[in-house]
């Protein structure tokens, strides 16, 4: 059983920053797949980025790419999301998750195990 906590979300202006945390229970962080959704009202959950157990691959959806950026430390079983050039299409609540098992760059949301309650972020204009 895996618990994750999100931080980091909040109100700021479009061009802006945040940086989103989520921290994991257990020893085995090292061992799962992580990633970041996000879903706006009336939208379906939307991947976001993931990386991979090591840290070595990471994979994004087009519209991010160049503006956030994953990353993990498995010593302190957390991983980020640095979020850089946001724009209000970026608002949404965002979630992480965490997958079981071997192989990477899955993007949906029937590929991870567990899930942490998510983080709102609201861009504005």
């Known amino acids: 059983q895996v618990q994750l906590v999100e931080s980091g979300g909040g109100l700021v202006q479009a061009g802006g920053s945040l940086r989103l945390s989520c921290a994991a229970s257990?020893?085995?962080?090292?061992?799962?797949?992580m990633a970041w959704f996000r879903q706006a009202p009336g939208k379906e959950r939307e991947f976001v980025a993931s990386i991979s157990s090591g840290g070595a691959f990471t994979y994004y959806v087009d519209s991010v790419k160049g503006r956030l950026t994953i990353a993990r430390d498995n010593a302190k079983s957390t991983v980020y999301l640095q979020m850089n050039s946001l724009k209000p299409e970026d608002t949404a609540v965002y979630y992480c998750?965490?997958?079981?098992?071997?192989?990477?760059?899955?993007?949906?949301?029937?590929?991870?195990?567990?899930w942490g309650q998510g983080t709102q972020v609201t861009i504005s204009s």
């Open positions: 998750a965490a997958r079981q098992g071997r192989g990477n760059n899955y993007r949906t949301p029937m590929d991870y195990d567990y």
């Open positions: 257990g020893r085995t962080f090292s061992s799962y797949a």
